[in-house]
C-alpha cells in the first residue's frame, strides 16, 4: 500500500508535465486508478481502470472521441488487454492441469527454471522479445482502422520499430522526471544529467524519420467503405475466439465459425 501510494505522486507529476494530451491522461487515470484499488482494498481491475478512463476524458472533453489521437491510444490498449485476456484463458488448458504446458507457455519459457545464469539471462531476453513483438503487432493490427482512415499510410516497419523505440521510451521517462524537478530548482544542477536523455530523445525521433526514407516503409491504401471497419473487427474478434477454442481442444461454436468466415 506504502507503494502503490509513494507511486501516484510520479504519475500525477507525469500527468502534469505532459499536459492534457489524451494519451497522456488516459495512461495517468489508468494507473491511478489501478493504484488506489490496491490502497483502499479493492479488486484491481485493468478493464475497468481503462473504462474509467475513458469515461472521465469523455465526461471531460467529449468531442475526444473524434479526435485520432483519442481514438489510437483508447483502440492500442484495448487491443493488449484483450490479447492479455486471451492468454490468461488459453492457460486454463486441461493438459496443463496434467503436467503438460501448452504450447504459448513453451514458447515463452514458462516451462522450467533456468539453472545457470546465462540461460535464465537468455530466458529472459527471449520472453521480452516475444512479448513485446506480440504486443506491437496487436497495436498495429488494433489501430489500422484508423491509420487508414485518417492518414491512407499503413507502416510496415512501425511493428519492428517498436522493439527498439518502446523499451528506449521506458529508459526515457523515468529518467527525464528526476531530471525535471532538479531543473525546477537550479537549471545549472539539471544541465548535466540531462544531456544523455537529451541524446536519447535525438535518437527517438530521428530513427523513425531515418527508417521511413526506405522504399516500401510504408504503404499508401484508399479510404475503405466505413462498413469495412465492423467486418474488419468482427473478423478480429471473432478469429481470436475460434483460436483459443482450438488451442483449448473445444468444439468452435457454429455461430462463431459462420461469423469469422463472412466478416472475413
Same mark, same amino acid.
Given at each position: ?7 501516484? /505522486? ?41 473504462? /474509467? ?134 537549471? /545549472? ?76
Amino acid at each position: 500500500k506504502w507503494t502503490s501510494f509513494l507511486c501516484l /505522486s510520479p504519475v500525477l507529476l507525469y500527468m502534469i508535465i505532459v499536459g492534457a494530451k489524451v494519451s497522456s491522461l488516459r495512461a495517468g487515470i489508468m494507473i491511478s486508478a489501478f493504484l488506489i484499488a490496491i490502497i483502499i482494498n479493492r479488486k484491481n481491475s485493468l478493464f475497468n481502470a481503462f473504462l /474509467s478512463a475513458a469515461f472521465l476524458i469523455l465526461l471531460w472533453k467529449p468531442q475526444s472521441l473524434m479526435d485520432p489521437g483519442f481514438q489510437l491510444s483508447f483502440l492500442a490498449v484495448a487491443g493488449i488487454l484483450w490479447v492479455i485476456h486471451l492468454l490468461t484463458e488459453m492457460g486454463e488448458d486441461p493438459l496443463s492441469k496434467l503436467g503438460e504446458p501448452p504450447w504459448h507457455q513453451k514458447l515463452l519459457g514458462k516451462t522450467n527454471h533456468a539453472t545457470e545464469p546465462t540461460q535464465a539471462i537468455a530466458s529472459k531476453l527471449k520472453k521480452i522479445f516475444l512479448g513485446s513483438l506480440l504486443i506491437s503487432f496487436t497495436v498495429t493490427l488494433a489501430t489500422l482502422p484508423v491509420l487508414l482512415f485518417n492518414f491512407n499510410h499503413i507502416s510496415l516497419v512501425g511493428a519492428f520499430l517498436n522493439l527498439l523505440l518502446v523499451p528506449l521510451a521506458a529508459i526515457l521517462i523515468p529518467g527525464v522526471l528526476p531530471v525535471t524537478c532538479i531543473g525546477m530548482v537550479s537549471h /545549472s544542477l539539471a544541465l548535466v544529467p540531462a544531456i544523455p536523455f537529451y541524446y536519447l530523445t535525438k535518437l527517438f525521433l530521428t530513427l523513425p524519420q531515418f527508417v521511413a526514407q526506405f522504399p516500401y516503409a510504408s504503404i499508401y491504401l484508399p479510404t475503405p467503405p466505413s462498413i469495412w471497419i465492423v467486418f474488419y473487427y468482427a473478423a478480429l474478434v471473432s478469429g481470436g475466439y475460434a483460436l483459443l477454442y482450438k488451442i483449448r481442444h473445444q468444439e468452435i461454436p457454429s455461430a462463431l465459425k459462420s461469423g469469422c468466415i463472412v466478416a472475413m
